[in-house]
């Protein structure tokens, strides 16, 4: 595998449902994101890692919870999610945040329907 | 209040002629700015960049120009291709830190 992977692909859930989203990166990049992306809205950044510690969550719910057990994985776990939280949820990594490259790397994301 | 904005929503361009694609800004403090590029079903990819240094940076086929004063950018795609034919996204950030998106333009190339 190479670049950035997510898993899985498509989602479907109920709102009581517990579920987990996972993301893995083989570029050797300290930093991780999620993002959150609804119809033609601009990508919102929900979280970042930085050497496995969260150093950044904008103002997020609590029913979703990051977890980074290494540089290379990454997880959302989702719970009692509302049906607005349905969108695609995106995985990035880059070299370093902050740092000299602002390039991120996407994985293909998670397409989330909460019913 | 979005501090990125791409004010057009899609876009229809003749192949073989130039797509423009625009983005304006309202932070003064960006010093940065990006150009990704989406197809469905996969994730955005980095295209081109710029910095608040520069007014105008290229890469084969596409040219990104920054008006400061204007708080403006734009993308240009000479000649476009059919394989151009992508959800665009501008980026900006400021000291190094999270970008801020705009919303996307869907750029239709037509055959």
């Known amino acids: 595998e190479t670049g950035v992977t997510q898993t899985p692909r498509h989602l479907v859930m109920g709102m009581t449902n517990k579920k987990s989203l996972k993301c893995e990166q083989h570029?050797?990049?300290?930093?991780m994101y999620w993002y959150k992306q609804s119809a033609k809205k601009p990508l919102e950044l929900m979280f970042v890692?930085?050497?496995?510690?969260?150093?950044e969550n904008n103002s997020v719910p609590s029913r979703f919870s990051p977890e980074c057990p290494n540089s290379s994985h990454l997880f959302l776990h989702l719970h009692t999610l509302q049906p607005e939280d349905s969108a695609l949820y995106l995985c990035a990594s880059s070299q370093d945040f902050p740092g000299t490259s602002y390039e991120q790397y996407f994985g293909p994301g998670t397409r989330l329907t909460v019913t | 209040d979005q501090q990125v904005k791409q004010n057009s929503p899609s876009l229809s361009v003749q192949e073989g002629r130039i797509s423009i694609l625009n983005c304006d800004y309202t932070n003064s403090m960006f010093d940065y700015f990006l150009w990704y590029k989406k197809y469905p079903a996969e994730g955005p990819t980095f295209l081109i960049s710029i910095s608040s240094i520069k007014d105008k940076n290229e890469d084969g086929r596409f040219t990104v120009f920054l008006n400061k004063s204007a708080k403006h950018l734009s993308l240009h795609i000479v000649p476009s291709q059919p394989g151009d034919s992508a959800v665009y996204f501008c980026a900006a950030s400021a000291n190094n830190y999270q970008l801020i998106w705009g919303a996307g333009t869907k750029l239709i190339i037509k055959p």
């Open positions: 570029l050797g990049h300290n930093a």
């Open positions: 890692y930085s050497l496995e510690e969260r150093v």
